[in-house]
């Protein structure tokens, strides 16, 4: 097939059918993390590719392999943001942000470039959800935060995610860590990948996140990093374990979570879910109380956390969630001849100024094929206006599920009355359930 019609390699459509998911998915997250006071940040799609060597790391795999990088018209390397966390501390340095009550929090919907080897929940343009909180170091925040992606998972009804923790330590502790990998792999340096020979002694704990499959084994037996921690990292972990009981949030330990950034301090974790295939990660984040002093700032200590959006959907699938129907046609007035069509033209606008999806036909189609688009468009009323209507001012209506049908009057007021009226069934379900739920909070 010509190369015009084909999407580049590890890209991926979403098509009207499915977007109404993703429009859910994101409204959602960006609702609970707004009851944790985050606010929606949007940065550029690219970035100086400077950022992405200092922030994520110039050992890492991401910068090392994945990146989308490219010389602008006027000469400069430009990168397509592999991750948002950069970006996102970019434009709080640069707008002055730390200046603002702190602990900053803000959260964002953004697409992400990774040159990767496309499979099921792994491409090369993917989408995330994040936050960031800025400028508090205290185990509540890391706990505060780890509960926005929890409280995200249970209101999309997602069960069967597994959160994993750990810490990675501070650069103090990670010093003697650091050590012992590199005397570890210097003892298995044969059976190492070429990438990993000369991250040994500038970076060995990226050889815990390498994708070869033999170093991958390697990791296996390599040392764990809370084996090597201080006392002040141990005290901030079982800190952040405190806060989790008390939320009622359930962990796991898991001492082999390094993650695959460089800026990570102490607190790493994961949800991972099983059966979605080998890329089970769903989200991953951490703290980085480095980075935005790498960046020129203040020391400022940080977490957050970024969830794939496509696996997402895919555990949200897997799990048999349900998802919110699209909203459907409320009516089709269909018409015949030209003082008919502006009839319906003119009521469709009120009605849609009102709220509901209505449609009338601008093809110029037979009264017989409008008849059957609206019942393709799965509409809720249908009518047809006619020369004979506009004379009597009044439409017959027929309700398409029943075939029942009733005489309206075409006055606007009065047609959009009887359709609120014909929809007030579900109308009153959710106000039933508002108020169901005041009443039980009264006691009533
Ligand atoms: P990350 O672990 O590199 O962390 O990515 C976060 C999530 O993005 C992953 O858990 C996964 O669900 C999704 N993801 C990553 N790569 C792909 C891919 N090629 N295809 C589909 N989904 C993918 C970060 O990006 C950090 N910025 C997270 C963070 C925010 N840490 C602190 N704040």
Known sequence: MAIITNAPRGTQDVLPAQSGKWQYVEQKALDVAGLFGFREIRFPTFEHTELFHRSVGDTTDVVQKEMYTFQDKGGRSITLRPEGTAGTMRAILQNGLLNDVMPLKVSYVTSCFRYEKPQAGRLREFHQFGVEMVGSAAPAADAQTIAVAKTIFDSLGITGLELEINSIGCPECRANYHEALKAYFRSHYEELCETCRERLDKNPMRILDCKNPACAELAKDAPVVLDYIC????????????????????????????????????????????????????????????????????????????????????????????????????IYLGSMGEA????????????????????????????????????????????????????????????????????VSLEADAFIRFIYAGTLDELTDETDGILGSISKIKGE
């Open 231 to 330: 006392d002040d990292c141990k005290t901030h972990f079982e800190g952040l374990k405190k806060h989790l009981e008390a939320m009622g949030i359930a962990y796991q330990v898991n001492p082999t979570i390094v993650r695959g950034l460089d800026y990570y301090t102490r607190t790493v974790f994961e949800f991972v879910a099983t059966g979605i295939g080998a890329q089970g990660t769903v989200c991953g984040g951490g703290r980085y109380d480095g980075l935005i002093e790498l960046l020129g700032g203040q020391p400022t200590p940080s977490i957050g956390f970024a969830m794939g959006l496509e696996r997402l959907l895919l555990v949200m699938e897997q799990c048999g969630c349900e998802f919110p129907p699209d909203q459907g046609c409320t």
């Open 340 to 407: 008919a069509a502006l009839k319906a033209s003119e009521l469709c606008m009120r009605l849609r100024d009102e709220g509901f999806y209505a449609e009338c036909d601008i093809v110029g189609r037979s009264v017989k094929a409008q008849m059957k688009y609206a019942d393709k468009l799965h509409a809720k009323y249908s009518c047809i206006l006619g020369d004979n209507e506009l004379e009597a001012g009044k439409v017959r209506v027929k309700r398409m599920d029943s075939g029942e049908t009733e005489e």
